[in-house]
């Protein structure tokens, strides 16, 4: 069992940047691989980007690459999503994952654990 709670949600002005931060329990976050989803107001929960056990590779849904790095702190237990450069469109409730595969953080059918969500709010 893992317990996965994000932070650092809130309200920010569009182009601004914001950065969530995930924390595991545990003692064997270094062997999960981890993502980040987001669900906005009547909208399906959608991939935005995962990273390996390692954190050397990373993944990233086409809408956020280049504004989203993904990253992690192995001896911290936690896992990180950058945002920058934030749009109206990136509001949403933000969800971190893990699972024991890459495909496994990828898609919302196959993820073995799921944190309580962090609310973004980004502002014209």
């Known amino acids: 069992q893992v317990q996965l709670v994000e932070s650092g949600g809130g309200l920010v002005q569009a182009g601004g940047s914001l950065r969530l931060s995930c924390a595991a329990s545990?003692?064997?976050?270094?062997?999960?691989?981890m993502g980040w989803f987001r669900q906005a107001p009547g909208k399906e929960r959608e991939f935005v980007g995962s990273?390996?056990?390692?954190?050397?590779?990373?993944y990233y849904t086409d809408s956020v690459k280049g504004r989203f790095p993904i990253s992690r702190d192995n001896a911290k237990n936690t896992v990180y999503l950058q945002m920058n450069s934030l749009k109206p469109e990136d509001a949403a409730v933000y969800y971190c994952?893990?699972?024991?595969?890459?495909?496994?953080?990828?898609?919302?059918?196959?993820?073995?654990?799921w944190g309580q969500g962090t609310q973004v709010t980004v502002s014209s």
């Open positions: 545990g003692r064997t976050f270094g062997s999960y691989h």
């Open positions: 994952a893990a699972g024991s595969s890459i495909a496994a953080v990828r898609s919302i059918s196959t993820v073995a654990y």
């Open positions: 990273i390996s056990p390692s954190g050397y590779d990373t």
